[in-house]
């Protein structure tokens, strides 16, 4: 179910590409003279930042002295001044290559007094690698680009990013790059910067065709390795042999990061002596097969080495440990750790700062912790070797027990009126989180984001496909308030090819519909269509009543978005009565809210006033805020159309604040086009071209074209009124080529109209060709609003752009 401002989009917390909160919208007032959108968009000029993102310098580094001398040369022999220096370090896993990095990047920081800018871009671990795509607005905010200036396609954002580091002398730390296309949108395109590339494989393009300095890491040599040791256990134990610390490193096959998991036992253990270490290390390197398949160099000494120090912990310490190697995301936080070892918080807590202390778990945030990707995989190895089957199943189960649990609580309060599912009975030893207000769940959902849909994987993997579909289901209500439709996609498809095994089809429906949603979301709105019509005969043949209503809520709104506006009048008059018959209360107001914008675009603003207010009162009575919001929108546009432009202003001002307080992309994006429609009319043309500024750049994030068209011909008919006529083009273009794509007549028509005003001075003929295609297209619509349109094209092939009173972008957008 849904209200017709978000379409289905689900309505929860923020996992936002932007980086940022909508808080971060430009206020009216900032802006004066116009906003040109950057690169295709525009927007205004950053403000220059100086970011200092660098981690911190590492304790107990020694040598690479001659490493550390040849990165050097690079600053110094930088070669053709027109490419920009790019330095790779590249290197075994284990060979400390971040490390090296980071203390030269310390070393040399303070020749880039414009600042520094970091990213692990995880090219090694177990999950989905992190892409340029999603670092380049974390860079550009950190740049100093207000967030609703980010361009959200990345060319414009590459080409934003380049501009904004030409005149500045910055370091480019890319951490952990698996493949090229990682790393090249994010060179900065000038010789003044200096780009850091850490990565297992050569990236042998980058040195061809970006002129690249390689530095290739091997091992330390003895007296280097020996010397990471004595540093490591300096205060810890008394001198020890040199020659014993020698073996101790040939054991460790002189990689830094076994070295230190060596030493961090030596210093652990100061009155065992290195001969027993070191028999025990030979020990484990006669029991333990490579960590990998000896491609790898010095593996089977890197597992020896995780095999001691993991045989040292304490067996419940080693058990949590082994059982993390079965957690399917690639970070996981307290409580989720807590489920899966079937242990208190306290406990949780107390067995993770000691894999923390052993430098097996690296913790990333307060409560929030990772594997090194090696040591996940040995890990999960050891899970595999030591666990019993029936453990493994039970760990697993725990831990998604406690996914399922806390975004059902989490779903509470991100989407209250959306049905709960029937309740799993949860596993012993497991606590869901319980949120005391709607920012704790939100914030639950962003951090959770990345192990959502490897939590649904895992599920169906392991044949717990209830667990699988109902978490898809849950995810759609309770994932972040603005995650993309695209992320939940897959989520989707694993559950319902889970509910499909299972042969249940009420849970098939209920997907089914969140499918549609999505597609609505996206502009497919054929498939949006028929996955509806599947859902609402699925529910007819269970006899599911409400689940029926809610199917045609779902096809009145496809069917809206289509401008069909009968049958959307029809279904969705159906769907209000039937809740009325099932003392749905709410949701017969969100389905007479739907029926007042069907009427609203249909031009009988009469009837549209009494539906909507009488649906809004219901809303404010019942403090439903995301519906009070939609209400709001729809009431602001019949006000406009009324000439009651500041009351218009002020019901879509009160929704995008309600917008902001949910943290909603998706209605911020949305009724931003209300806003800056009264804000046109009243003159405020800075403040409105802000809002469709802002809007466009959200739908283009969200995938929404048709609403990225919407603001894009709101700030052509913003130009125009300023007298711009070549932007008012240009964005008229833009606007009609985009309905044209998505096949959607009447914003063409729309935007065709717009562009015919704007180039009537420059080009009359033109104009006129506009006017006429537009009417063209207008034939196919006979309701109130389109034949007031019809009339007043053609006043205006009369008499020119201001030749028919009344036209404004409130009555000719096409919400």
């Keep these: 179910m849904t209200d017709s401002s978000a379409d289905g989009q689900n309505s929860g917390g923020t996992h936002s590409d932007l980086s940022g909160s909508s808080r971060d919208v430009v206020q009216a007032g900032q802006v004066s003279g116009g906003v040109h959108f950057h690169g295709r968009h525009g927007g205004p000029a950053p403000r220059h930042h100086s970011p200092r993102q660098l981690p911190g310098d590492l304790r107990h580094f020694v040598n690479r002295t001659a490493e550390l001398q040849s990165l050097d040369a690079t600053l110094t022999t930088g070669g053709d001044p027109f490419v920009p220096p790019v330095c790779v370090i590249a290197g075994t896993a284990g060979a400390g290559k971040t490390a090296l990095a980071l203390r030269w990047a310390h070393q040399v920081k303070?020749?880039?007094?414009?600042?520094?800018?970091?990213?692990?871009?995880?090219?090694?671990?177990?999950?989905?690698?992190?892409?340029?795509?999603?670092?380049?607005?974390r860079f550009l905010t950190a740049l100093g680009v207000a967030a609703n200036a980010v361009p959200s396609d990345p060319d414009s954002s590459a080409a934003l990013y380049r501009t904004l580091l030409a005149d500045r002398r910055m370091l480019v730390f890319l951490d952990n790059a698996a493949t090229v296309a990682q790393v090249r949108p994010l060179l900065p395109g000038n010789a003044h910067c200096l780009t850091i590339v850490t990565s297992r494989s050569r990236l042998s393009p980058l040195a061809v065709r970006d002129g690249a300095d390689r530095l290739t890491l091997g091992t330390l040599d003895e007296p280097e390795a020996v010397a990471l040791l004595r540093t490591v256990t300096a205060g810890h134990r008394a001198d020890d042999d040199s020659a014993k610390l020698a073996e101790l490193a040939r054991l460790c096959a002189h990689l830094p990061l076994a070295l230190r998991i060596a030493a961090e036992r030596a210093a652990t253990h100061p009155h065992m002596s290195l001969?027993?270490?070191?028999?025990?290390?030979?020990?484990?390197?006669?029991?333990?097969?490579?960590?990998?398949?000896?491609?790898?160099?010095?593996?089977?000494?890197?597992?020896?080495?995780?095999?001691?120090?993991?045989?040292?912990?304490?067996?419940?310490?080693?058990?949590?440990?082994?059982?993390?190697?079965?957690?399917?995301?690639?970070?996981?936080?307290?409580?989720?750790?807590?489920?899966?070892?079937?242990?208190?918080?306290?406990?949780?807590?107390?067995?993770?700062?000691?894999?923390?202390?052993?430098?097996?778990?690296?913790?990333?945030?307060?409560?929030?912790?990772?594997?090194?990707?090696?040591?996940?995989?040995?890990?999960?190895?050891?899970?595999?070797?030591?666990?019993?089957?029936?453990?493994?199943?039970?760990?697993?189960?725990?831990?998604?027990?406690?996914?399922?649990?806390?975004?059902?609580?989490?779903?509470?309060?991100?989407?209250?009126?959306?049905?709960?599912?029937?309740?799993?009975?949860?596993?012993?030893?497991?606590?869901?989180?319980?949120?005391?207000?709607?920012?704790?769940?939100?914030?639950?959902?962003?951090?959770?984001?990345?192990?959502?849909?490897?939590?649904?994987?895992?599920?169906?993997?392991?044949?717990?496909?209830?667990?699988?579909?109902?978490?898809?289901?849950?995810?759609?209500?309770?994932?972040?308030?603005?995650?993309?439709?695209?992320?939940?996609?897959?989520?989707?498809?694993?559950?319902?090819?889970?509910?499909?095994?299972?042969?249940?089809?009420?849970?098939?429906?209920?997907?089914?519909?969140?499918?549609?949603?999505?597609?609505?979301?996206?502009?497919?709105?054929?498939?949006?269509?028929?996955?509806?019509?599947?859902?609402?005969?699925?529910?007819?043949?269970?006899?599911?009543?409400?689940?029926?209503?809610?199917?045609?809520?779902?096809?009145?709104?496809?069917?809206?978005?289509?401008?069909?506006?009968?049958?959307?009048?029809?279904?969705?008059?159906?769907?209000?009565?039937?809740?009325?018959?099932?003392?749905?209360?709410?949701?017969?107001?969100?389905?007479?809210?739907?029926?007042?914008?069907?009427?609203?675009?249909?031009?009988?603003?009469?009837?549209?006033?009494?539906?909507?207010?009488?649906?809004?009162?219901?809303?404010?009575r019942m403090n439903r805020t995301p519906s009070i919001g939609n209400a709001l929108w729809v009431l602001s546009g019949i006000r406009l159309d009324r000439g009651e432009v500041r009351e218009a202003f002020d019901a879509a001002e009160e929704a995008v604040k309600l917008a902001l307080d949910l943290r909603n992309h998706v209605a911020e994006g949305c009724w931003l086009l209300a806003l800056g429609d009264a804000q046109q009319a009243l003159g405020e043309h800075g403040e409105a071209l802000t809002a469709y500024n802002r809007s466009a750049s959200l739908h283009r994030r969200l995938g929404d074209r048709s609403r990225e068209a919407l603001a894009w011909h709101g700030a052509g008919e913003t130009y125009r009124r300023q007298g711009r006529a070549h932007e008012a083009v240009a964005f008229h273009r833009r606007a009609a080529a985009a309905h044209r794509e998505l096949g959607d007549a009447w914003g063409e028509a729309v935007a065709l109209d717009g562009l015919a005003c704007a180039v009537h001075e420059q080009d009359q003929e033109a104009s006129r060709e506009h006017w006429a295609e537009c009417l063209r297209l207008l034939d196919r619509y006979d309701d109130a609003r389109a034949r007031r349109m019809r009339e007043g094209v053609q006043a205006r092939i009369g008499g020119g752009p201001d030749g028919a009173a009344g036209f404004s972008a409130g009555a000719g957008t096409p919400r």
């Design 275 to 620: 001969d027993e270490l070191i028999t025990d290390l030979c020990d484990e390197s006669a029991l333990w097969d490579a960590l990998s398949t000896g491609d790898e160099e010095g593996a089977e000494a890197v597992s020896a080495v995780f095999a001691w120090s993991y045989r040292a912990l304490a067996p419940e310490a080693a058990r949590l440990f082994r059982l993390l190697g079965l957690h399917p995301g690639p970070e996981f936080g307290l409580g989720a750790v807590a489920a899966l070892a079937g242990v208190s918080v306290r406990r949780a807590r107390q067995l993770l700062d000691a894999l923390v202390g052993a430098h097996l778990l690296e913790q990333t945030a307060p409560d929030r912790f990772e594997f090194h990707d090696l040591l996940r995989a040995y890990a999960g190895d050891q899970a595999q070797r030591e666990e019993p089957d029936g453990e493994r199943s039970a760990a697993l189960r725990r831990v998604l027990d406690w996914y399922l649990h806390t975004a059902d609580s989490a779903q509470g309060w991100i989407r209250p009126d959306e049905a709960h599912l029937p309740s799993q009975p949860l596993s012993e030893g497991v606590t869901p989180v319980s949120f005391a207000d709607y920012d704790q769940a939100v914030d639950w959902a962003e951090r959770e984001h990345a192990n959502f849909l490897p939590a649904v994987r895992a599920a169906a993997k392991s044949g717990l496909d209830v667990h699988a579909w109902q978490l898809a289901a849950v995810l759609w209500n309770a994932d972040a308030p603005s995650a993309l439709t695209t992320d939940w996609l897959p989520i989707g498809e694993t559950g319902l090819a889970a509910a499909r095994r299972l042969e249940d089809r009420r849970a098939q429906a209920m997907l089914l519909e969140s499918f549609g949603f999505g597609y609505t979301n996206l502009g497919r709105l054929a498939e949006a269509c028929e996955c509806h019509e599947r859902a609402l005969g699925i529910r007819r043949e269970c006899g599911d009543r409400e689940g029926e209503a809610d199917s045609l809520n779902a096809l009145g709104l496809v069917h809206l978005r289509r401008r069909e506006l009968g049958p959307a009048e029809t279904q969705l008059a159906e769907a209000s009565a039937l809740f009325g018959e099932l003392g749905e209360e709410h949701w017969q107001y969100v389905t007479r809210a739907n029926l007042a914008l069907v009427r609203f675009r249909a031009g009988e603003l009469t009837r549209a006033a009494e539906d909507i207010e009488e649906a809004l009162a219901a809303h404010r």
């Design 110 to 137: 303070d020749r880039f007094p414009d600042g520094h800018l970091y990213v692990n871009l995880r090219g090694y671990d177990p999950g989905e690698p992190v892409t340029a795509e999603e670092v380049l607005p």
